[in-house]
Structure formats: C-alpha cells, structure tokens
C-alpha cells in the first residue's frame, strides 16, 4: 500500500467519522428534546433513557443512514481534493484513475464488511434494548397500539388455531381465549375456549380458567370437561405466537432464518415485514461500495460551484436512494413486490448508474 492508497484512506476514515459523531450529537440532541415531555409524562427520568436507550437508539440510527454517511462522506473529501488539484497531480504523475480509485475500494470494503456484521448480528442486540422503551417515547394514541389490548390471531400450522377476543402483548395476558383444531377436511375436531389466559414465563406454559374443554369424534359425538384452570403449550412462546412489528429487528439473522422457516412450516404467508428486514440487512452494507463509486465519479473532477454542487447532488441522491428501501418495504408488505426484489431494487439502479459514471470518468 502506497503513501497515496494511505493519505486516501486516511481522508475516507477521517471525514467518515466526523460526519458520523456530528449527525449522531446533532440528532441526539434533537430528539432528546423532543421526545422529553413523552418520557418524563411515562414517569422516567431524562438520564435514564440517556443510559438505557439512546446509545442503543444511535447504533440503530447509523446503521439506517450508513449509506448516506459514506455517500456525503467521499463527495465532500474527494470535492476538495479535486477543488485542490490533487487529483490532477496524482493521474498526472502516471497513475491511472483505476489505480487511483483503489484505496476508496479498500475503505468500502471494510466498511461494507463491518456493516454486515454489525446488521446481522449487533445491530438485533441493541434493538432489544432499544425497543424494551422505545414506546414510551410515542405518542398515547400509538403507544396504546403496541402495548394496550387488542384482538389477536395466529396459525400455529395448517390446522391449529389460536383466537384472543383481548390481548396485551406488554402484559401477556388475554381474555376471551379460543383455540381450535381442525383435520384435513376442514373440521372441527378439538376445541378449548377459556375466559383468561397468562404466560406464565418460569413453566413457560400458558395458564387457561375458567376453560371449557370439547374434543369431537369421527363418528360426530362429542366429550366435554371443564374445570377452573388448566396448563397448555402451543409450541412457541407469546412473542412468536403474537409477533409485533418490532420482533424481527430484535432477531439475529440464524434467529430470524428459523422463525421465518417455521411461519413457513405453520402455513403463514403473511412473511414480507419479517423477509425485508433479513434482506435489507445484506443489501443496505452492499449499497455502501455502490454509493463510494457514485460519489468518486461525480466529485473527482472539478466543476464550477464546487464543494457546493457537489454536495447538493450527493445528498439529493443519497436520500432517494436510502427512502427509496422505505417506500420499497411498503410496497413489499401490500404483496406488490418479493421481498428480494424490494430489497435489492435500490442497488440494481444504482449499480449500473455507478459504473457507467465510473468508467466514463476514468476513460476522460
């Protein structure tokens, strides 16, 4: 590695930090004020969420922005570096702007390696923590929404059943509580309905009173009990029976594989919210050397308006690629696109739109 691979390097490594502490101090200090009524109103105190929450919060919100933090970061170090005629002196003095251009694929590489890392396997780490209060920072209308009652369904496979007239997910605690099974004709063949339910996390059982018992034979007649409580295991804990919207991002990726694989098993197809998230967590990190090759080959020569237009264009781009993977979940969770595609669409414009700058720049 060269004198000029390391000065490069050290430029990427550098501006890429700074960007990274000021839109983290910034947006810290933004939010906290923000979302300070909501927490103080819950009964916390501002420190700790200071300590419990935002550190995890900030890893969340990086690891979100990452492509645009190094899509700014290479316009602004490379702008200068053109607006200084380094650029210039370095292909003049023979180098070719492959050659040039290699520390930049060096540095995104490493950080596209340490990304994936972090998305697969840090990343669900903290978003436990994260969403262990994070909704005490909503609004009471939306706060309710996760963690107040509410009727709830599941499938536990092709046959089973599981119905909840009121069900706080917080709590684990329901009432109006059904569960049927049917056999392969669609008939009902067992069924248990009970006035409360609990989770009971020690046993890890559900405990069912007040419960009406009635198993119905092949020849139609049927056998019925009753009694004030009674133990049952439905296979998987509450937070997999009853999953909110929050349980995919707090899963590991081996985690999040096994429980998609057994929705699968169970008969789900409701699976998209769950499938974009272990997508995006490999194609947000690939973004990262997509967007390092866009940068260089709109900011390595110099323009009229500099550092300036530069840095207009790269934001520009940098937020419709980045919101483009939001609108694209949406789309994806409406049944409108494959998960795969959804994910992956982002970088299949872009990467074409990359090279064809890159290589035109390098044949100038």
Do not use: C
Not at 134 to 144: D, F, G, I, K
Not at 262 to 289: C, D, F, W, Y
């Amino acid at each position: 590695m060269g004198i000029i691979d390391r000065y490069i390097i050290r430029k990427y490594l550098g501006t890429f930090g700074f960007i990274l502490l000021l839109l983290s101090v910034v947006v810290l200090i933004i939010d906290v004020q923000a979302k300070k009524p909501r927490i103080q109103d819950n009964g916390f105190e501002l420190s700790h969420f200071l300590i419990n929450y935002y550190p995890f919060w900030i890893i969340y919100l990086v690891m979100t922005f990452m492509s645009i933090l190094v899509f700014i970061s290479v316009i602004f170090f490379t702008s200068r570096m053109a607006n200084n005629t380094e650029i210039v002196a370095i292909i003049s003095s023979g180098a070719s702007f492959h050659r040039f251009a290699k520390p930049y694929l060096i540095t995104s590489l490493f950080i596209a390696t340490a990304s994936l890392l972090i998305n697969h396997f840090v990343l669900p780490w903290a978003n436990v923590k994260k969403n262990e209060l994070e909704v005490y920072t909503y609004s009471a209308a939306n706060r309710e929404k996760i963690i107040g009652s509410a009727p709830v369904s599941t499938q536990i496979n092709k046959d089973e059943f599981i119905f909840i007239h009121s069900y706080n997910k917080k709590e684990k605690r329901g009432s109006g509580f059904a569960y049927k099974k049917f056999d392969k004709n669609k008939k009902l063949t067992y069924q248990i309905l009970a006035s409360e339910m609990n989770w009971d996390p020690q046993k890890k059982v559900f405990i069912l009173t007040s419960f009406h018992e009635k198993t119905i034979n092949e020849d139609d007649t049927e056998r019925l009990n009753n009694g004030n409580e009674m133990t049952r295991s439905f296979g998987f804990p509450p937070e997999e029976l009853f999953p909110d919207v929050l349980l995919s991002q707090s899963k590991t990726t081996p985690e999040l594989t096994n429980f998609i694989n057994r929705e699968r098993e169970k008969g789900n197809s409701n699976l998209n919210t769950h499938l974009n998230e272990l997508h995006q967590r490999t194609s947000m990190p690939v973004a990262v050397i997509v967007l390092t090759f866009l940068a260089l080959s709109l900011s390595s020569q110099k323009k009229r308006g500099g550092l300036g237009v530069n840095l207009a264009i790269g934001i520009s781009l940098a937020f419709v690629f980045v919101f483009s993977f939001e609108a694209l979940k949406i789309v994806s969770e409406n049944k409108t696109l494959p998960p795969l595609l959804a994910m992956w669409l982002p970088n299949m414009v872009f990467t074409p739109l990359a090279a064809y700058l890159y290589f035109k720049r390098a044949n100038q």
